[in-house]
């Protein structure tokens, strides 16, 4: 309900600001002027939150994804996470983790730590950080391997 309150106010306010600008231009035209600042107000901020979209999925393909593999893998390796394998994405394997009595406790910390910085960016930025970071867990599972200790290969 606050988001709502919140869409309310900020267009209230922008029409407000409208009328005063279409109000402090001496010209004939106030309707035309309205529309004009309207149009600024609402059309020139959703094309730059476009265009910073553009921006970011192109340097994350770059720069970012590779960096953030590398720490998703980094952070796994250092906790001895098990083996990825048998798992088809992301939230199934750390479902597992988080809920398997097997698993030790350090691994389940790191494991929900994980899934607290996915859920975050999912509320802050929905359409790029969050995405990509799921593409960048996926991949670091991809790219895993588990340490023989912790693969399940050595137990009877």
């Known amino acids: 309900m606050n988001w709502l309150l919140g869409i309310l106010f900020s267009a209230v306010f922008d029409v407000a600001l409208a009328v005063g600008l279409a109000m402090w231009d001496g010209r004939p035209d106030k309707a035309f002027m309205f529309l004009m600042a309207l149009l600024i107000l609402w059309i020139v901020p959703l094309g730059l939150s476009f265009w910073g979209v553009i921006k970011f999925w192109i340097s994350f393909v770059l720069f970012g994804r590779r960096r953030i593999v590398r720490h998703y893998k980094a952070e796994m390796y250092k906790s001895k996470f098990p083996t990825t394998n048998g798992f088809a994405d992301w939230q199934s394997y750390i479902d597992y983790l988080i809920t398997d009595d097997g698993v030790a406790t350090p691994v389940k910390i790191k494991a929900a730590s994980f899934v607290s910085e996915i859920q975050t960016y999912k509320t802050l930025k ?10 960048a867990l996926d991949r670091a599972m991809e790219e895993y391997q588990a340490p023989p200790s912790t693969s399940g290969m050595f137990t009877s």
Do not use: D, E
């Open 126 to 135: 929905p359409a790029t950080v969050f995405l990509g970071l799921q593409m």
